[in-house]
């Protein structure tokens, strides 16, 4: 069986990488987009501390978070050690003491059945700026320590290599679809068709475009996304803990000294790359309130990226309705580094046709298509 994948982002290259373990073969297409998401995402992989209710969402995230254990020992087994990847722990800053009480007991709960959550902590405000130098030195915190960074472009990369190690082919180039009536028969790039049994589409953000010619509306839109990359000098950071501060924006550092701040969350402003005056204040602002350490810290680059969500912020995974020889799944909006590698696994084993680990019934695809 031949089996095509569009878009390599985090999902496709993690459906790739488990479609060519099981030795089938697959070929991968990607126009490398700019705006990809998974390249210019922060890494914090923590759904724990999230206040989002949402059951569906939470189970897929949950269970992405736990997955990553298991991956980057595939990964090490295949030889791919460079992925960013660190179990730094996390802390959720606050002035507040009642709410990080609350914060602490929900975690609690939760991990009575997400053991990976790990040691859970509150901690005086000295212990907090300890953690994190940068931080203002009045804010307590909730300590957990199962969280953990990612470089988002270092792990696709590692995904992209070990793939290509069990014969996965990667292609560049913008591909289309081709069908016949309402069946997908492969893929067309340029001149060239690529027939295919099945065709994966993990096009992120710009996937309605690919369905447009079928008559399908997708409504899976690109939120735009400002991320600012900042260098310490003379600071050892790679065992900093990833801070959730009380606003709306998060503040993580990588190995020798990297600090990465946002991001904005702008609706209505897909595809639009540039780098802005109001999206640098609002992100720059909202970091340096929490963390005035930073203010002498280097400006590196600004990176922009598109999340791609649907009408209700749940990642979608299946079949097309009406459509034949194609799986889709996208969705990942906010937490897509965290449920990613999961999906993309459960992807791979839905076309296989092998059991698979969530509720498909909680994700249809139909629910982000517009009937006209
Ligand atoms: P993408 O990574 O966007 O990949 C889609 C790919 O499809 C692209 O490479 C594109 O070139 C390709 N493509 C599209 N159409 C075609 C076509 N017709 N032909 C060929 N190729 C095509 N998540 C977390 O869990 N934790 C975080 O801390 C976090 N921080 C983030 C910060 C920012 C600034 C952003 C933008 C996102 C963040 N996310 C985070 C979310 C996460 O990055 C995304 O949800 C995830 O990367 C989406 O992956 P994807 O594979 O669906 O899409």
Redesign the pocket.
Known sequence: KQYII????????SAAYQLAKSGVSVTV?????P???????????C?WLSQRRNKAWYAL?KS?AAYYTSLIEQLKEDGETETGYRQVGAISVQKDAGKLEKMKERAITRRLDAPEIGVIEKLTSTDTSALFPPLLNDFESVYISGAA?VN?RAL?QALVNAAEKHGALFVK????LEYEDSIVTGVRLEKEFYPADCVLV??????S??LKPLGIHLEVSG?K???VHLQLSDEVTEEWPVVIPPNDQ?I?AFDDGKVIV??THEDGMEFDGRVTAGGLHEVLDKALAVAPGLVDSEFIET??????ITPNFLPIIGEVPNVKGMLL??G?????????PFL?EQLAKLVLGQQVEIDLDLYPVSGAIRQD
């Open positions: 569009i878009g390599a982002g985090i999902l496709g290259t297409i990607d126009r490398e987009e705006g990809r998401a998974t390249d210019a995402a922060a890494g914090i992989i759904p995230a992405g960074r988002g696709r180039g913008s591909a289309e993990t096009a992120g953000a710009w996937a475009e690919l939120q996304a400002q991320i998060y993580l946002g991001a990176r922009v990226g598109f999340r791609p799944a996208n990942l909006g906010a937490s897509g580094l965290t449920v990613g993309g």
